[in-house]
């Protein structure tokens, strides 16, 4: 039996999302997938863990829903904001629909594409590699097919940009029947007027996806959020599997919207932050950098004059790093997710030792 022929006709030619964990590497120091440094320790009760979980745990809701300001029927708990996206597809659009994207953006939406077979057009970036509501509209209405959502993430990954609001409410407003799904993951990272939660009450066809993964420091336990209309998390509860939540990632994620746990994250990310400044000042004196795009993530995308010899330099000393060599426009191109004083310390020396080697 020839299992590669047997395979669906769209998953023939899929290629899969190269996630940090995916593509490996060996090293000791990890800052290509922008992990928190380290985590807090968190209490397991193990006596409930003999019954199914709740699909969609009140607590947790009510939680999450408190923290972002919303009614908690706005609110629907999903493993990471990776499977929203891929239930947001699933729910909405038909095989001879699709989605539009600007890269370089997050390559999950695409993959979620391909899986579920739909189709997708891409809209394109200014020079500054900003965008706005009108090029968006433009994809939309020249995709040749039925666009059904739109994919854009704010902070932006890997490029660390924000959408701009008015932006966003021209959009929203001039495709109604389309969605705009905003993905937030590093929201917290950025300013107090990047967090657009407050459109959702006017426009139906906004969804916010949000997660724990990064200012929450809880990558691990793959928990993660879709804000919307309740009509439409009503309709992606239909779609999404039996089982979503489990126990022990609800008891932690319970814990760490708590009133200490929010707290704790504020200082994660003021923390982060502070580094980030550090790491953008550092790098910019350097001799092998071209160029450092401004973030409001927990990471900083760098241009380097030779991006894959710093790249593979850092390797060789243990460092593993992103390289986005292959992405549109991102030629030399390399995250660097804020990881501790100490990783980043290393890091930065790194590159200056390549820059000596380079020297002689």
Not at 128 to 142: H, K, L, M, R, W
Not at 308 to 335: H, M, T
């Amino acid at each position: 039996m020839d299992i590669q022929k047997t395979l669906a006709k769209h998953v023939q030619k899929l290629v899969p999302y190269q996630s940090a964990r995916r593509i490996g590497g060996h090293g000791h120091c990890f800052l290509n997938a922008n992990e928190s440094p380290k985590s807090e320790s968190y209490l397991l009760n193990s006596l409930s863990l003999n019954r199914y979980p709740d699909c969609q745990p009140e607590e947790l809701i009510e939680k999450y829903a408190d923290y972002v300001g919303v009614r908690k029927d706005r609110v629907l708990c999903s493993r990471g904001s990776d499977e929203a996206i891929g239930l947001i597809i699933r729910t909405f659009i038909d095989p001879d629909e699709g989605i539009v994207t600007m890269p370089p953006t997050y390559g999950m939406y695409e993959v979620a594409a391909n899986t579920n077979n739909v189709k997708i057009a891409h809209a394109k970036r200014r020079e500054d590699f900003t965008i706005g509501a009108q090029e968006i509209e433009e994809a939309v209405n020249n995709a040749g097919f039925k666009v059904k959502a739109v994919f854009i993430d704010s902070p932006a990954n890997p490029l660390g940009i924000v959408f701009d609001k008015q932006e966003l409410v021209k959009l929203l407003n001039a495709l109604p029947d389309t969605f705009i799904v905003l993905d937030e993951a590093y929201v917290e990272f950025a300013r107090p007027e990047d967090d657009y939660v407050d459109l959702l009450k006017d426009h139906q066809n906004l969804i916010i996806t949000r997660t724990l993964s990064k200012a929450f420091a809880l990558a691990g336990i793959r928990c993660g959020f879709t804000l919307a209309d309740p009509e439409v998390v009503k309709s992606m509860l239909k779609v999404i599997d039996p089982y979503p939540v489990c126990d022990p990632v609800a008891q932690i994620a319970i814990q760490a919207l708590s009133q200490g746990g929010l707290e704790l994250m504020q200082k994660r990310v003021e923390e982060c932050n502070e580094r980030r400044r550090i790491l953008t000042e550092a790098l910019q004196k350097m001799s092998a950098v071209t160029e450092v795009f401004a973030s409001l993530g927990n990471f900083v995308l760098v241009r380097f004059k030779d991006g894959p010899a710093v790249f593979n330099a850092e390797a060789q000393r243990g460092v593993i790093l992103r390289s986005f060599e292959d992405k549109p426009r991102l030629k030399n191109c390399v995250r660097i997710s804020v990881g501790s004083k100490e990783e980043l310390d290393e890091c930065l020396r790194n590159i200056e030792a390549f820059e000596k080697a380079q020297g002689k």
